[in-house]
Nanobody
Framework: QVHVEESGGGLVRPGGSLRLSCTAS????????MGWHRQAPGKQREFVAS???????NYDDSVKGRFTISRDNAKNMVYLDMTSLKPEDTAVYYC???????????????WGQGTRVTVST
């Protein structure tokens, strides 16, 4: 089994910065992709950013130039550095990891419980 856990959420003023961290642990042979989604109150969960094992990254247009995703493959961790935060960034941020438990096995997507980010004065 794999456990994914986020940390780093909180209350921040508009224009401020915050760093989210996520760790995957358990029966891990390799992690193909790690990334972040978010869900604002009353809205569906939406893609934020992802980082593939080869180094490629992808971002939603709403966060390009403000958010940076990075991975520490040795620690099975992914980070989301958020700058120039806006009230519309307020959401619960969920981390996911596509984990293969062994050689030749298909990756399985695991999700964390989420960490809340509130951007407000």
């Amino acid at each position: 089994q794999v456990h994914v856990e986020e940390s780093g959420g909180g209350l921040v003023r508009p224009g401020g910065s915050l760093r989210l961290s996520c760790t995957a642990s358990g029966s891990i042979f390799s992690i193909w992709a790690m990334g972040w989604h978010r869900q604002a109150p009353g809205k569906q969960r939406e893609f934020v950013a992802s980082a593939i094992s080869g180094g490629n990254t992808n971002y939603d247009d709403s966060v390009k130039g403000r958010f940076t995703i990075s991975r520490d493959n040795a620690k099975n961790m992914v980070y989301l550095d958020m700058t120039s935060l806006k009230p519309e960034d307020t959401a619960v941020y969920y981390c996911h990891a596509d984990v293969a438990a062994g050689r030749g096995l298909m990756p399985v997507d695991y999700w964390g419980q989420g960490t809340r980010v509130t951007v407000s004065t």
